[in-house]
């Protein structure tokens, strides 16, 4: 019998279900393979061994009962507090308001998913737990924030991860490390107990294999159900400049092969005010963001304590205009949803590059990866749509690519089933693809 | 020291936010570019921009 953590989450819970595995036997594989395979990569550093055994007496008759997941440091547990990838307890230890909805659903929690630091990265470079590696190249960046959870996913410790997105950080790290990656409409579940309630930017998000793994975890957490329908014969709206033109011509060439393989209806979308999306973006979140107490700063690393501070000198006059602009982009972009069922681009601008130099090579340049990331999916934090990463292949230097999609508000389950679409015309040639590490 | 060492020094002192001096090179950097970004904002036509409220939850309303 393979590994159950090779199986699907569906797997999993279907197992568990029928009795052909108990919850115990599930949870005592995962933790063993946890233990086994994450050292190179960092993705697991808490494992709630004792308390995850306790979980199971008894667990929630949910669809997903009995199957362990991970959960990113952002989120409070009734017997931990969330240190949003720091070493202070930050939220004091509670039933967070998504673990209570994947509680309900069965779910076990087996560990802490490690994350960028204050989940002010997109690259994984930063955590008090120390940086995460990627299973397709542990000496590359997992991706962030929520990077542990990514690249779980991906090296099969478990099947699903609860991550969170502010500007991209469940998407960015799915890109990264080959798996799917889909981030909730704003607001859609409750925020007590998540530092999401801190910003307007932050909605939880899931990670898993495949679009239906994805779907099974987002419908736990939004507590209700996201009816499968098909994906074909779907309106893309493109928006080239700069999303697909300022991006490694590998990754361009797989996201158009994705559009052809999936024989969806795809036209050219002009967004109105989008050159300022980023400026309105920032401006916010800089002032939701603030600066911690004294002795949390001391403890942070340079390049985020120095975030934190030269943000804290930023004038306060641009909030106010930060917030038309919002207003006006998040209209321009219900505009573009009355032509098309959602918008599509490559996800990360280039693969993931090496945790040493975090910069990758783009057409208008050598950047850093955080701006060129953040650039891509900005947009969906900043009027509150779902966004969701799909891996559409691997890249030259062997590392993953995604495309990413844009819904209207409360559109996950459309993401979903142009996720399954493109999984099935494409035989699942990308989401069953294994990282060197999982072989 | 620089006009903006000053100048962010006294800021974070008016706060009692404690700053590693070897920080302020790449807080300076940083502080540049955010405000090079931000500087867009400026420029905006406020007529074009009307402020009205925003429901993430949601998508906005026909206007």
């Known amino acids: ?439 | 020291m620089s006009e903006f060492e000053e100048w962010a020094r006294a800021t974070y002192r008016q706060s009692s936010i404690e700053v590693d001096p070897s920080d302020l090179a790449l807080i300076e950097l940083i502080y540049a570019g955010t405000i090079h970004q931000l500087e867009a904002l400026d420029h905006i036509d406020l007529e074009k921009f009307p402020a009205v409220g925003i429901d993430l939850r949601h998508a906005p309303k026909p206007s």
């Open chain 1, 1 to 439: 019998m393979s590994h159950p953590q090779d199986w699907t989450l569906r797997q999993q819970a279907e197992a568990v279900r029928r009795g052909d595995l108990s919850a115990r036997e599930l949870l005592d594989a995962t933790i063993a393979r946890i233990i086994e395979r994450d050292a190179s990569i960092n993705s697991t550093p808490v494992i709630f061994e004792a308390t995850s055994r306790e979980e199971l007496n008894p667990v929630p008759p949910g669809p997903l009962h009995g199957v362990p997941i991970t959960v990113k440091d952002m989120f409070a547990l009734p017997w931990r507090a969330a240190r949003n990838g720091t070493s202070f307890d930050l939220i004091p230890a509670s039933a967070s308001g998504p673990y209570r909805n994947l509680r309900d659903s069965g779910v076990v929690i087996v560990g802490i998913a490690n994350q960028h630091e204050l989940g002010i990265g997109t690259t994984g470079t930063e955590s008090a737990y120390g940086r995460m590696g990627n299973p397709w190249n542990p000496g590359h960046c997992a991706g962030g924030s929520s990077g542990g959870s990514a690249a779980a996913v991906s090296a099969r410790l478990v099947a699903g991860s609860l991550g969170s997105d502010s500007g991209g950080s469940t998407r960015l790290p799915a890109s990264y490390c080959g798996v799917v990656g889909l981030k909730l409409t704003y607001g859609a579940v409750p925020y007590d107990g998540y530092f999401g309630a801190a910003t307007t930017f932050s909605a939880p998000g899931v990670l898993a294999r495949d679009g239906g793994d994805a779907r099974m975890l987002a419908a736990a957490l939004l507590q209700r159900p996201l009816p499968q329908q098909s994906g074909s014969g779907l309106r893309v709206g493109i928006i080239r400049d700069p999303f697909w033109s300022d991006v490694d011509p590998e990754v361009t060439s797989a996201g158009e092969k994705a559009l052809g393989a999936a024989g969806w209806h795809v036209h050219e979308v002009r967004l109105e005010h989008l050159e300022l999306a980023g400026a309105a973006f920032l401006s916010r979140l800089i002032a939701e963001t603030g600066v911690p107490p004294n002795d949390l700063l001391a403890t942070l690393s340079r390049p985020t304590r120095s975030l934190l501070l030269a943000g804290m000198l930023a004038p306060a006059r641009f909030i106010p205009r930060a917030d038309r602009v919002r207003a006006a982009v998040r209209e321009s972009l219900a505009k573009a949803f009355q032509s098309a069922d959602f918008l599509c681009w490559p996800t990360t601008p280039a693969p993931a590059p090496p945790l040493d130099e975090p910069r990758v090579n783009l057409p208008s340049g050598r950047a850093f990866a955080d701006l060129s990331n953040v650039r891509q999916t900005l947009l969906a934090n900043l009027t509150g749509v779902p966004g969701i990463s799909i891996p559409i292949g691997l890249h030259s230097s062997k590392l993953p690519i995604g495309l990413h999609l844009l819904a209207p508000w409360g559109g996950e389950a459309r993401l979903l089933d142009a996720a399954e679409h493109l999984e099935r015309v494409t035989d699942r040639a990308f989401v069953d693809l294994v990282p060197p590490l999982a072989r």
